[in-house]
């Protein structure tokens, strides 16, 4: 008889964890309390027949799990990459932010803290990981590229991210960034598939049914109790469970866990489709702490509008605290709040067709010091803990959600 396997949680994490593990011929059963799976990278309809991620997403060409896994699936032929560009917001306008030359023209920093930036940066890049990875983000910024870019660039932005916590920032997020964002060319290369992530979630849901399991959506599972040799989960009897969620949320479920919590940020992403073009380009920074939006992420610049029916379809990105009191607030209140700046960042009325609001509790782990197990962790016989909070030094993504989520399956027999 085949081992029985809970997994709960079906993120990225989960659903590739029931992947890996049906593939084994264990008998898995992925829970999920909300609706529709796929966490983070659930879909919306924002279109006739046009359905795009509730917050941004896209990878990088050195994203290799996700890669293999695409390829696996039978849907690699779907993937595209696409050239990056980005602006950062000075002086009430996006000036352009990808290119040597346009960090050479950048206003707020004179010709000496300009050539630090960019030399600073290579030189942070090409540390060894060890080097760095006791140091706090701030400290590493200033110390190799400069002061002045941290006050005009880095600080508002680490800011308008991780709020008070800004200053325990570890230096590896950073980071990893930087490495992660250049391409073999220099350049920064971002792949997305045609039609968006909504077809990757289905087949590789239809890979998991096929293999015997089964997905329960809409299904909170309130408490895990141990059970004859196993555990229970929603009534039934299971020989191993997997918990893909915030240790927060372990510890209330399963009273042995007493996992170290960590604290998130929360997100709202407030989803514009336009008839025009906004920007000239995808990743738009905006630095100016009056603005509530860290970022303005025009989609359609980097993949085109031909598969969004010619309309234009941009987040504005803002992390929070969970105590902060736009997060209760509805929909349409958080649009007239944002809508009070758009004005200021040339976002006109007579542009916007329609609007869509997204809020994530847990969205971006605030780590301030190294996981103690990288990837996974065992938290109780025959049960594991992985999540986007374990992850290091990389930030959360979709290939580390497929990559721990291999490696913890590997193992499990």
């Known amino acids: 008889m085949n081992k029985k396997v809970a997994i709960i949680g079906a993120g990225i994490s989960g659903l590739s964890l029931g992947y890996y593990l049906s ?20 879909t919306i309809e924002v279109d006739k027949s046009i359905r795009i991620e509730k917050f941004y ?15 696996k699936l039978g849907i690699s032929e779907d993937l595209r990459w696409y050239k990056s560009s980005n602006s950062i917001f000075v ?44 140091l706090k983000a701030e400290i590493a910024i200033k110390k190799y590229m400069g002061k002045k870019s941290w006050d005009k660039i880095w600080g508002p932005l680490f800011y308008k991210k991780f709020g008070e916590d800004t200053k325990d920032i570890l230096a590896s997020w950073f980071w990893w960034r930087l490495n992660a964002k250049l391409g073999s060319s220099g350049k920064e290369i971002l792949g997305y598939p045609k039609g968006g992530f909504s077809k990757f979630i289905k087949v590789i849901i239809k890979e998991i049914l096929n293999n015997g399991g089964k997905i329960v959506s809409n299904v909170a ?35 042995n866990a007493k996992v170290e919590e960590i604290k ?5 992403n407030l989803i514009l489709v336009l008839k025009n073009v906004q920007t000239k380009w995808y990743w738009n920074n905006i630095p100016e702490l009056d603005i509530p939006f860290v970022g303005v ?114 193992i499990i027999s």
Not at 57 to 71: G, Q
Not at 238 to 251: G, H, K, L, S
Not at 311 to 335: A, C, G, P, R, S
Request: hydrophobic share 35%; proline share 3%.
């Open 264 to 268: 998130y940020k929360a997100a709202i």
């Open 57 to 71: 997403h896209h990878v990088f060409p050195s994203d290799k799990e996700f890669i293999e896994l695409f390829d």
């Open 221 to 255: 599972i309130k408490k895990v109790f141990r059970n004859k040799g196993g555990y229970e989960v929603n009534g039934d009897h299971f020989d191993n469970v997997f918990f893909t969620i915030p240790a927060t949320e372990i510890n209330k479920i399963y009273n």
């Open 91 to 134: 002086d009430n306008k996006f000036l352009p932010f990808s290119k040597i030359s346009d960090y050479l023209k950048f206003p707020e920093l004179n010709l000496l803290s300009k050539i630090r930036l960019l030399v600073g940066g290579y030189i942070l890049s090409k540390k060894k990981l060890t080097s760095i990875d006791k």
């Open 297 to 410: 992420i025009e989609h359609t610049n980097l993949v085109g509008r031909n598969d969004y029916n010619n309309k234009t379809v941009l987040y504005l990105t803002q992390y929070i605290d969970k105590k902060d009191i736009t997060y209760i607030n509805t929909d349409d209140e958080i649009f007239k709040k944002y809508k009070k700046y758009f004005k200021e960042i040339g976002i006109l009325d007579s542009n916007i067709v329609s609007y869509f609001v997204s809020v994530s509790d847990y969205a971006q782990p605030v780590l301030i010091k190294k996981p103690t197990r990288v990837g996974f962790q065992k938290i109780d016989k025959n049960m594991y803990k992985i999540s986007m909070e374990d992850i290091y030094p990389e930030d959360r993504g979709i290939n580390q959600a497929i990559k721990y989520a291999k490696q913890l399956a590997d």
């Open 23 to 42: 593939k084994k011929k264990l008998d898995v059963t992925v829970f999920e309390k909300e609706k529709e799976v796929g966490g983070l990278l659930s």
